[in-house]
């Protein structure tokens, strides 16, 4: 693992889990590893948990964290090759990236979609040209299409939940169910599509999605995992429902605030007594019902605490390889 | 102590005193006890020696300090139940504060009142909603109505300069008076409630406010203390004269301009050469005058100095208290 | 060396380059040196490279670093005196500069020129203000005239490169050359600045300076360099060309956007196949041609590594000598 920017490079997923898993048991137990070591986190866009738990996993390690909060617009990077750069952008990638590379020996980067143009987002030239201009390892802390971080905690919290009531899953698979809910916005598809990838690793899962029509995720990233409309069919019997809305990849960018896709406790009657899970921030009453996320069957605390643990084991893996290969 | 929001906390006021007394002449004495300890220090609110003087006391005692400087518009937090968050607000509070609980050890708060709706700002709604979700220990880095680490600054300040000055005032208890100044705009009444409320807990003291007609601050905080609309009166005589502007908290919010309560070096001859003070910033020829601020009467880099160490002091005890319960 | 503040200072010039070099082999090997010292960061305008490689430097010699972006306008502070402060001045330099003088151990300051009134820019108001009224060394990250640090390390790279290149250049003087180039908008002439006032202690090199007509430098800061408006002239035999746009000092603050001033690959042929320089960020094909940014003989990534190790060595000499002071 040189970086770590999706789920479906080569490493060994479940080797991360159980590493994070050590973690949290053992916060400090890895403190040399990061000593005399930099994480530089560029944060093109906001961030709070993100952010935190990034930062929070470095420094159990011992190693130091310096912040970039650069607003798109007033660090404006130039990211196509032969431009004259007399325009708004200030600097170009090519002289950026390198110096931050030196300066780090781990970089994190967060960059958003314009939901836009979707060949544009699909191409991830900003996670991308950090890639091929920087020569340390790279974190994606939530790029264009993809937030593996997230989806990490996510299984992570899958894993300990199934480890907590063993006896009530064990002669089944798990049936886990990413279900589409309502937003006022147009939203990123990055935790459903790297939720999805995840779910695809885990041979032992019965993973379902279940969208409005024309909401369907993009078939590079949903394969052949079973997609309905019928949100009923796929509750029923669910272990695990997770929340998420995402504006439509087809009609690029579009939303939808139908609040029949709202999850409430009803329809969680359908369920085998599911766990409620959600990346965060959520909008109660529009995403998910009050007394869903106010029960105890709700994940959403278990998955934001975790997001330490998995950060701290990518960044120890990383650090671990770097250090093998020199 | 399981929280730092005011000063009529059940705690020893003068223990910490002594604590901060005692990491002044030792600042890093006890720089083991924040080992592997996070700080976070949440700014709704701008904030410069504040920030500065509880990040360099966290640092003191080996502690981390991770800060979030977040706007208030652009992490709109909801903190009402049972809404539907359709609107501008991405967050609840319930969602927000737990995970932070999770990620740091004691949690700093600044959020200033609005000073539009009295009740509203009373109700300290952003500060107890932190007290209510986030299950670790908060301080007050200054909240809607009041800031009492400044007041424990203050207190300390003074308690220096008679200690420095014993043979003057051994005969008599030292006058203290709190007297209001002028201001472009409206201005909370935080530091003058606090210092308020401090200085009732100093039976030695002999305490005055002075203000203008209809600047009166609230009864539940000034209780019994001598309040006079005649600023000559209350300067006749006065060992402390801590200047501060604040604005009606009958009209609620309302401000004024009048000069004529700006101090002067003229004013201050009524005094026994008293020492002035002000929690900074301060308006130059609008609060306080020029000779004023210049002459070695004048407190103010002591008192922000001292912000340091009760924070330190503060912080340590809240520390001590958190291992003793574990 | 009580301050570092720009480059005619009476310190030894060498010794600090010598001390970067040692650095640079040894980051860490003076890590006690920083213990339990606080550096603080002022920016009152934007910076990525000159934040990251000063805080790396002092994290290097164990010094903790606090940053202050501080906005010109969200922190407004009022420089002159006697001012009746009822404008949108918050706070007085003289309330302001002792307080953070008492809470760091070495202060960094970055304040940029207006370029519309030359006499208050030469003036270095803020600077100035720093240094008058803070009682610990300061640290200039570029103030409204000079940028010291950029200088060091621009002239560590010249040296290393010409020891790697010895038997080349050893029997003549290295011609290096500080050529205009165009820009967008007005800019600051501080990196010239103080690349002017480095050479000129260099007695080893052959310095000349070429710009258009209306654009030499200030006087007293060229004195004696050969100056002339014929780039071509200048650029035959150089062995380093320093790229650098700065806007007028006669018709102060005036710019150009004159493309024929751009360096290209078949001006570097007039060279003695001179290595290139920049301070970044460098706008492409308007300053320099891609072709030249992207050839070997390109410097720039060099010059911004070595911004870590003057740092380092400029605030383990202050850190020394304030040590030695006590």
Redesign the interface.
């Known amino acids: 693992m040189k970086h770590f920017t999706t789920l479906t490079d080569t490493y060994n997923f479940n080797n991360l889990l159980q590493l994070a898993t050590f973690y949290k048991n053992n916060?400090?137990i890895d403190n040399h590893l990061g000593k005399?070591k930099?994480l530089?986190l560029i944060f093109l866009n906001?961030s709070?948990?993100t952010r935190?738990?990034t930062?929070?996993a470095a420094?159990n390690l011992g190693m130091?964290t310096?912040i970039?909060n650069i607003d798109k617009d007033?660090?404006a990077l130039?990211f196509n090759?032969?431009?004259?750069?007399?325009g708004s952008k200030?600097?170009?990638i090519?002289?950026?990236a390198?110096?931050?590379g030196?300066?780090f020996d781990i970089l994190g980067i967060r960059s958003f979609p314009n939901l836009q143009n979707r060949a544009e987002d699909e191409n991830e030239l900003v996670l991308n040209s950090f890639l091929k201009y920087t020569k340390i390892p790279i974190i994606s802390l939530e790029s264009a299409c993809l937030h593996p971080l997230q989806a990490l905690a996510d299984a992570l919290t899958i894993k300990e939940t199934l480890l907590h009531q063993k006896p009530l899953y064990s002669n089944k698979k798990p049936k886990v169910v990413l279900t589409w809910a309502p937003h006022?916005k147009p939203i990123p598809h990055c935790v459903a599509n790297s939720f999805a990838q995840c779910m695809e690793l885990e041979p032992d899962y019965n993973f379902v999605i279940t969208n409005p029509q024309g909401f369907n995720l993009s078939k590079k990233i949903t394969k052949n995992v079973h997609i309905t409309h019928h949100q009923h069919e796929a509750l029923e019997n669910a272990d695990f429902v997770y929340v998420k809305n995402w504006s439509a990849y087809e009609d690029y960018g579009k939303f939808s605030?139908d609040s029949s896709w709202l999850l409430n406790s009803d329809k969680l009657k359908i369920t085998a007594n599911a766990h409620v899970m959600h990346c965060?921030?959520?909008?109660?009453?529009?995403e998910i019902a009050?007394e869903v996320?106010?029960s105890d069957k709700c994940l959403?605390?278990e998955q934001?605490?975790n997001r330490?643990w998995v950060a701290q084991a990518v960044i120890a893996t990383l650090l671990k390889n770097s250090i093998s290969c020199n």
Chains 1, 2, 3 share one sequence.
């Open positions: 916060p400090f005399h930099r530089g906001p709070l948990r935190l738990s930062q929070i420094s130091e310096i970039l007033s660090w130039e090759d032969h431009v004259i750069m007399n200030v600097e170009h090519k002289e950026a390198p110096i931050l030196n300066y006022i605030t965060l921030p959520v909008r109660r009453q529009v009050d996320l106010d959403v605390q934001a605490k330490v």
